[in-house]
T-cell receptor, first 112, second 113 residues
Framework: KQEVTQIPAALSVPEGENLVLNCSFT??????LQWFRQDPGKGLTSLLL?????REQTSGRLNASLDKSSGRSTLYIAASQPGDSATYLC???????????FGAGTTVTVRA | KAGVTQTPRYLIKTRGQQVTLSCSPI?????VSWYQQTPGQGLQFLFE???????NKGNFPGRFSGRQFSNSRSEMNVSTLELGDSALYLC????????????FGPGTRLTVT
């Protein structure tokens, strides 16, 4: 069974600092990995999707890397802003069952 | 393009009752997945429907069921509600089955008293 872990569980940084969020997974047989953002009480917003054959994806201030062999992905957010405050979730799709397995998330607070 | 919509947004039910939640996917998306989110268990996969057929299922009891209609809209039903069923129920749609990029709705907050 795929286990997805996100460390740290919470993070507080001053505005302007770069954010580094970590995600690890136990089964390297993945189809893709997706990063989401969730605001309190709301649904999930897709940020980046990395196919298993890719090493990284970029969108604006966001960059996500994937090391499938070591079971790790990292989400970088450059020059953080208070509007980046949210919970960030990592999810992997297994290549055997195509089920999406989520981590517990990292709650980020960016202080103005 | 309109996003994924879920109705109702909030629901309060009593133990033992049943509930039906509805999800309308993004136009053109044929896959609909359902998830349960609780503070203790996080986000857990319930099931996925594609072309009116359940294609994948998570580890939930038979009280949780769903269906998909020919227009890709989906409903989820929970019978004999328990206190532990209180959660945010999220629906996601994607263009293809099996690993397609998922787009989530705002969720239905279910409270069981």
């Amino acid at each position: 069974k795929q286990e997805v872990t996100q460390i740290p569980a919470a993070l507080s940084v001053p505005e302007g600092e770069n954010l580094v969020l970590n995600c690890s997974f136990t089964d390297s047989a993945i189809y893709n990995l997706q990063w989401f953002r969730q605001d309190p009480g709301k649904g999930l917003t897709s940020l980046l999707l990395i196919q298993s054959s890719q090493r990284e994806q970029t969108s604006g201030r966001l960059n996500a890397s994937l090391d499938k062999s070591s079971g790790r992905s990292t989400l970088y957010i450059a020059a953080s802003q208070p509007g980046d405050s949210a919970t960030y979730l990592c999810a992997v799709v297994g290549s055997n069952d195509y089920k999406l397995s989520f981590g517990a998330g990292t709650t980020v607070t960016v202080r103005a | 393009k309109a996003g994924v919509t879920q109705t109702p947004r909030y629901l309060i039910k009593t133990r033992g009752q049943q509930v039906t939640l509805s999800c309308s996917p993004i136009s053109g998306h044929r896959s609909v997945s359902w998830y349960q989110q609780t503070p203790g268990q996080g986000l857990q996969f319930l099931f996925e429907y594609f072309s009116e057929t359940q294609r994948n299922k998570g580890n939930f009891p038979g009280r949780f069921s769903g269906r998909q209609f020919s227009n890709s809209r989906s409903e989820m039903n929970v019978s004999t509600l328990e206190l532990g069923d209180s959660a945010l129920y999220l629906c996601a749609s994607s263009f293809s089955i099996g690993g397609g990029e998922q787009y989530f709705g705002p969720g239905t907050r279910l409270t069981v008293t």
